[in-house]
């Protein structure tokens, strides 16, 4: 199975940047729809971004919109997830996701993912 480790996270100032990284073993993630999620004290788990295996299609969450950037490189076997114009709203424990079922269209649903990073903390002051 495939193993995913989150990593980039930290404390930053409103407006500033982060770029998060996650870095996968134990399996390829080269033909696998790849997948950003954040969870915010006491809200359920949302939809960041997504991006298809060839990174041919990328979806994004309104939110953030403009803002974020999701890419992956696949001979590293890794994604990332560029993090602009940060705000308080943004704090959160984002997580990366990979759906192993080789799905054609990259989906929004958490349920839809079959793999999991235990995730790393945001946490933008104002």
């Known amino acids: 199975q495939v193993h995913l480790v989150e990593s980039g996270g930290g404390l930053v100032q409103a407006g500033g940047s982060l770029r998060l990284s996650c870095a996968a073993s134990g399996h390829t993630i080269r033909n696998y729809v790849m997948g950003w999620f954040r969870q915010a004290p006491g809200k359920e788990r949302e939809f960041v971004a997504g991006i298809s295996w060839n990174s041919g299609r990328t979806v994004y969450a309104d939110s953030v919109k403009g803002r974020f950037t999701i890419s992956r490189d696949n001979a590293k076997n890794t994604m990332y997830l560029q993090m602009n114009s940060l705000s308080p709203e943004d704090t959160a424990v984002y997580y990366c996701?990979?759906?192993?079922?080789?799905?054609?269209?990259?989906?929004?649903?958490?349920?839809?993912?079959?793999?999991w990073g235990q995730g790393t903390q945001v946490t933008v002051s104002s």
């Open positions: 996701a990979a759906d192993s079922q080789r799905s054609l269209r990259v989906t929004t649903y958490s349920q839809e993912y079959d793999f």
